[in-house]
């Protein structure tokens, strides 16, 4: 009923207006009736009803719902106020969005890459057991051989584990042949992760036979099941060949689980003692033990088990430590701190947006404290005033927290597109954290309400006499200047800090990407060859395959140069403690070592520095020479020359014995040539002294092969596949990549580094530049008349153009400076793994010098110049 | 006015037959001889507050001399709240001359 009347009360009302006409003319017409003239008549009528208004509005205010209809009058109101000032309106908006949005998508990453990265069951409870060399602390064995696994299960302090072997299958049958990863887990795995198949069912305990061997089974992740099934049901009990064994397909996980692949599938492992190969185990520990005790049972066992085969553990003592398994994802290190430090800088946005928000607030309620008076003067209520007002804030919060859950969504989209998937768990889904949406949002919409209100409370109680008389004729020195000119130095400081951030990311990688790599990247095109175990099951086949893709390749038109490679391609490898004949020997330092076949320094555009390449024929015999780097051949003393000088290398006195390796190999190696030096740890790292050794010391079942030809390295590759079929036509070739392709890989993280913080950088800049831009405007207009009463007496259009750029100097210096001073005291915390460079790099501080006082120069400058241009008349009768 | 007699009164006006408001005012100016004097205007909000109550309906009519008029009757509703506030009112008025003019005196 009371609503159906609140939406018909427009009706009423003009109901009750044509009654209201009628009783007038009803009474006009008796007032003639009584003799009076017709002005009297009229005049008397409307004398007898009273204020028509007022009655039409008592009968209106009858039929509505009170509330709804302020509200919704002052919803209109404030939407209209906002349209009458689209600058202030735009910019509000902007800093909300910009705060909310920004702070929600990083804290989104942060959530699905650092926090909640896994959809196993309890993954926090998951520890990871690794055993830290006590010398070399840098030397970590997080592996057991399986032998060793067996006894770890036995220890009295675990619940459950689970052993991994990342193993790589020739997958072969109906389509291309490919290596396939299929991860070797124990046959508990799944129970372990309690993650449940999508499809069929996962590996279980009766997998193992009783004879302990496995059975034939695998179970695919989503990924596979796509690309080899097209999803189909109907993969359950198909077979894969994988190594030439058939696998029967069993089941199928849901998308998100990705354990050690997203790609491939899972096959049981036996648990053998005979089984040489090392596996990864994890551990879920029993109620009530706590890691430390867990930590002590280990290096008990560990202890132990370095007494029986003291090669497989560090020979200067070891400590073993439990990590939990969310400190050892892919994301730990450089992505970690990098998340982090993002957090922080949008959380400095979030404060600058907020700062920006009160600024605007503040001014725009001072510059309606006469508006307040006159609506006061008139009639209105406080309490009225103020829900008016609160209204408005909401009006203003609201639309621009909309804006920024849409700015979130994109953003968040953003930064998944950027993000280096190397550096992210493969189960990791990044999506808008709702809780952190909420968070945000609500911060920016309490700041505006806050300083919304706080002016609109002081100026609801004034005095009206003073504020009517006022009118826009006080100097800019009142109370909430002081307030403004701390929110502008809060908001300077604080872009200064994230543009040191971004301009310390810029600067790290234009250094990384100016680094000389030592090698000629382009035209280079290189690929992994693995080749099938069981097919090429002795030394002689798997050598002799080699030299023919190495002869093949070599005849391609446009191919300058081929070469085969195990570490050094470009690289990493294997490493191996030395003695220099005629030196004493140091446990702790180690070689780099590359196994290469004749061509390796001209493929990868090395230059040799001195002494000479290592012949084919050297490589075929596998004789005992060898190649070092510029840095190894500062390990012989200044003036002796290394070449001819003889190196002995431990790895190879005892090499695996499940590899298979040359007939005779001599441990101890001469060295033939010098090389350049190339970045063989990464870009970022320093160059370590490495050696190169003929490849056919070892046939290992994978190689990687390298071409260096045509300009398009791409184009090579349907050519190359022809001469490897030629060779093989089972054997599949790994991914094709450019030499320029993988040093792009090493500044993935840095690029994603320096894009985003050079993002949040600016904007925060454009915010802060924006705030002071809005307090000066408001402090010039504010300032009208005083400005026209010293031009009166004569100040100059420079005189005023220096006051004012004084006043916002002083403002910029003391924000400048305390910016500056907080990024040093913030630069000692962070480390420089971030930004590669130190956080006092001077080049990094002028650059945010210059481009902020740029920025600030010209936020004041407009609102100056109006000030200078005033006309003295004009400004005097502003009111 | 006492609070809710301006009801009573219109309610009671009523009790003829229909009435517009012009006609309504003035009826209870002339029979309270001139003593209540009620601003016309007062009258509408409280006729509004009537109808809605659904003490009373109106409809548009057409006056004495021949003008568009909006009528007030009383509903069934109407009469019920008549006599039971009217009772109320004798109440009242007995119990304040009861205390005004003591008995014996």
């Given amino acids: 009923m009371g609503w159906l009347r609140y939406l018909r009360r427009k009706r009423w009302d003009q109901e009750r207006a044509r009654e209201l006409e009628c009783y007038l003319e009803q009474e006009i017409a008796d007032n003639l009736a009584r003799g009076m003239s017709a002005a009297q008549a009229r005049d008397a009528a409307h004398k007898k009803l009273g204020n028509l208004t007022l009655i039409r509005e008592d009968i209106y205010r009858m039929n509505s719902l009170g509330f709804i209809e302020t509200l919704w009058q002052d919803v209109r109101y404030a939407l209209r106020g906002l349209r009458k000032s689209p600058g202030f309106t735009l910019v509000a908006l902007l800093s909300l969005a910009m705060g909310i949005g920004a702070t929600t998508a990083i804290f989104s990453v942060v959530y699905g890459v650092l926090i909640s990265p896994y959809p196993y069951a309890r993954p926090g409870e998951i520890w990871a057991p690794s055993i830290h060399d006590l010398k070399n602390p840098q030397q970590v064995r997080n592996w057991h051989r399986i032998r060793e696994y067996m006894e770890v299960k036995k220890l009295p302090a675990f619940a459950e584990t689970m052993a991994t072997l990342p193993e790589t299958r020739l997958l072969t049958g109906e389509g291309a042949p490919e290596r396939f990863q299929s991860i070797d887990v124990t046959a508990n795995a799944f129970q372990f992760l309690g993650v449940a198949p999508v499809l069929g069912r996962s590996i279980q305990p009766s997998d193992v036979r009783p004879d302990g061997q496995p059975e034939p089974v695998i179970v695919l992740s989503s990924g596979a099941w796509k690309r080899l099934f097209d999803s189909r049901p109907d993969a359950l009990g198909k077979k894969l060949i994988l190594n030439d064994e058939p696998f029967t397909v069993i089941g199928v996980m849901p998308p998100r689980f990705g354990w050690y692949t997203s790609e491939g599938g899972w096959v049981v492992l036996p648990e053998d003692v005979r089984d040489k190969r090392y596996a990864a185990g994890i551990v879920r520990l029993k109620a009530g033990v706590s890691p430390q005790a867990a930590e002590d049972q280990l290096q008990a066992l560990h202890t132990r088990l370095a007494h029986e085969q003291p090669e497989d553990f560090p020979k200067s003592g070891f400590t073993t430590k439990l990590d939990n398994y969310l400190d050892v ?206 097919r090429y099951s002795t030394y002689q086949q798997r050598i002799a395959f080699s ?333 | 006015m006492l609070q809710g007699t301006l009801d009573l009164l219109i309610l009671q006006t009523l009790v003829p037959g229909p009435a517009h408001g012009h006609t309504i005012a003035h009826v209870i100016e002339h029979r309270s001889e001139d003593v209540l004097q009620v601003e016309h205007g007062s009258l509408y909000p409280a006729l509004h507050r009537l109808e809605t109550r659904g003490w009373i309906a109106s409809f548009w009519g057409t006056s004495e001399n021949n003008r568009k008029a909006r009528y007030y009757r009383l509903t069934a509703l109407g009469r019920k709240q008549l006599e039971a506030q009217t009772s109320n009112w004798d109440r009242l008025v007995q119990a304040v001359n009861r205390v005004l003019r003591p008995a014996g005196e």
């Fill in chain 1, 329 to 534: 994802t892919t994301a730990s290190g450089e992505m970690q701190s990098s998340l982090r430090m993002l957090f922080g800088a949008v959380g400095f946005l979030l404060l600058i947006a907020c700062a920006n928000v009160a600024n605007l607030q503040l001014a725009r309620s001072t510059a309606r404290s006469h508006e307040i008076s006159v609506r006061m003067a008139v009639g209105a209520g406080r309490g009225r005033l103020l829900r008016q007002l609160l209204t408005e804030s909401m009006v203003l919060s609201l639309v621009g927290g909309v804006l920024g859950v849409l700015l979130a969504i994109a953003i968040t989209k953003a930064v998944e597109l950027l993000i280096p998937g190397d550096y992210v768990p493969n189960e990791a889904r990044i999506t808008v954290n709702s809780y952190v949406l909420l968070f945000s949002a609500a911060v920016s919409v309490f700041t505006g309400i806050l300083f919304g209100l706080a002016p609109a409370l002081k100026s609801s109680r004034p005095d009206l006499v003073d504020a009517l008389k006022d009118a826009g004729r006080t100097s800019g020195t009142g109370g909430g200047t002081r307030t403004r000119s701390a929110l502008v130095i809060a908001e300077i400081a604080l872009s200064v800090v994230l543009l040191m951030g971004a301009s310390l990311t810029i600067r790290g990688f234009l250094q990384l990407q100016s680094v000389n790599p030592g090698f000629q990247a382009d035209r280079v095109l290189m690929m992994g060859l693995q080749v099938s175990p069981k």
């Fill in chain 1, 547 to 879: 030299e023919n893709v190495l002869a093949a390749l070599g005849t391609i038109p446009g191919v300058q140069s081929v070469a085969l490679g195990n570490g050094g391609l470009p690289f990493g490898g294997p490493r191996s403690q030395y003695s220099i004949e005629g030196q004493p020997k140091e446990d702790s330092r180690e070689l780099l070592l590359g196994l290469i076949s004749s061509g390796y320094a001209q493929t990868l555009g090395i230059p040799l520095r001195a002494g000479r390449d290592l012949s084919p024929q050297e490589i075929t015999r596998v004789e005992p020479v060898a190649l070092i780097n510029e840095t190894a051949a500062k390990l012989w003393p200044a003036g002796a020359n290394p070449i001819g000088a003889r190196v002995h290398l431990d790895v190879l006195d005892k090499l695996p014995p499940e590899q298979l390796k040359a007939p005779s190999i001599s441990p101890v190696v001469t060295v033939v040539g010098i090389v350049g030096n190339t970045r063989n740890d990464g870009l970022r790292n320093p160059t370590l002294p490495a050696l190169y050794l003929p490849y056919t010391i070892l046939a290992t079942t994978g190689r990687t092969v390298a071409l260096r030809g045509s300009a398009q390295p791409m184009q090579m590759l349907n050519a190359v596949r022809e001469r490897i079929r030629g060779i093989d036509k089972d054997q599949p070739l790994g991914n094709p990549i450019t030499l320029a392709e993988v040093l792009g890989f090493e500044t993935v993280q840095p690029r994603f580094n320096m894009a985003l913080f050079s993002f949040f950088g600016f904007l925060g800049l454009a915010l802060a530049a924006i705030g002071i831009y809005s307090t000066l405007s408001y402090t010039v207009a504010r300032r009208t008349h005083e400005i026209g009463i010293r031009m009166a007496l004569g100040a100059g259009r420079g005189d005023v153009l220096h006051l004012m750029l004084k006043m916002a100097g002083r403002l910029v210096l003391i924000g400048l400076g305390v910016g500056l001073a907080g990024s040093l005291a913030l630069a000692k915390f962070i480390g420089s793994e971030v930004f590669q460079v130190p956080g006092t790099d001077p080049v990094a501080l002028a650059g945010v010098v210059l481009l902020l006082t740029f920025a600030a120069f010209l936020a004041c400058f407009v609102p100056s110049r109006r000030a200078a241009r005033l006309d003295p008349m004009s400004a005097l009768r502003h009111e």
